[in-house]
T-cell receptor, first 113, second 113 residues
Framework: RKEVEQDPGPFNVPEGATVAFNCTYSNSASQSFFWYRQDCRKEPKLLMSVYSSGNEDGRFTAQLNRASQYISLLIRDSKLSDSATYLCVVNIGYGGSQGNLIFGKGTKLSVKP | SAVISQKPSRDICQRGTSLTIQCQVDSQVTMMFWYRQQPGQSLTLIATANQGSEATYESGFVIDKFPISRPNLTFSTLTVSNMSPEDSSIYLC??????????FGDGTRLSIL
């Protein structure tokens, strides 16, 4: 089983749609969770951290369910500029290398006019 | 967040040669990392660059192939040695603190002929 698994995608949605991405992780000792966004041929950029209580940043809502080892990202009122690959990222923090991030393969979103 | 500069941004190299990639940060950072992103894949951690000591390599990566230096808290280099076409990839450095999100340089796109 892969350490971080995401929806296979791609998601093709019209402007204004609401879209949800799901992610599961296998390591129950995982300590912190993030969503990154990666545009084509660019580096990943942090979109938002994911907190146990759930958190919202404008049109973006992230949720974490530790019992089910499940993370989600909801994008409301999609914009053309939201088109990108969304990476689910988990910090497994083992040993002395507590910066070890495990990346999902990403879900590609394409928002159409 | 810190400004991270990578050089070169891209290169085309002959097989059997070596290339050193530089990562410069505009402020002192606790942790620096090197990742590889092969075509169509997600990011894989190569190693954690430790200031003043040998890097900590992940499974499947060895010092002879990917020597890393980190002489101070703002600079690191990754060398890709004796390159083959399989090394064609994007190489990214990132910076961060334990259990915090990492921020990435804009990557080095490497093609091996």
């Amino acid at each position: 089983r892969k350490e971080v698994e995401q929806d296979p995608g791609p998601f093709n949605v019209p402007e204004g749609a609401t879209v949800a991405f799901n992610c599961t992780y296998s390591n129950s000792a995982s300590q912190s969770f993030f969503w990154y966004r990666q545009d084509c041929r660019k580096e990943p950029k942090l979109l938002m951290s994911v907190y146990s209580s759930g958190n919202e940043d404008g049109r973006f809502t992230a949720q974490l369910n530790r019992a089910s080892q499940y993370i989600s990202l909801l994008i409301r009122d999609s914009k053309l500029s939201d088109s990108a690959t969304y990476l689910c990222v988990v910090n497994i923090g083992y040993g002395g290398s507590q910066g070890n991030l495990i990346f999902g393969k990403g879900t590609k979103l394409s928002v159409k006019p | 967040s810190a400004v991270i500069s990578q050089k070169p941004s891209r290169d085309i190299c002959q097989r059997g040669t070596s290339l050193t990639i530089q990562c410069q940060v505009d402020s002192q950072v606790t942790m620096m990392f090197w990742y590889r992103q092969q075509p169509g894949q997600s990011l894989t951690l190569i190693a954690t660059a430790n200031q003043g000591s040998e890097a900590t390599y992940e499974s499947g990566f060895v010092i002879d192939k990917f020597p890393i230096s980190r002489p101070n808290l703002t600079f690191s280099t990754l060398t890709v040695s004796n390159m083959s076409p399989e090394d064609s990839s994007i190489y990214l450095c990132s910076v961060g603190s334990p259990n915090q999100p990492q921020h990435f340089g804009d990557g080095t796109r490497l093609s091996i002929l």
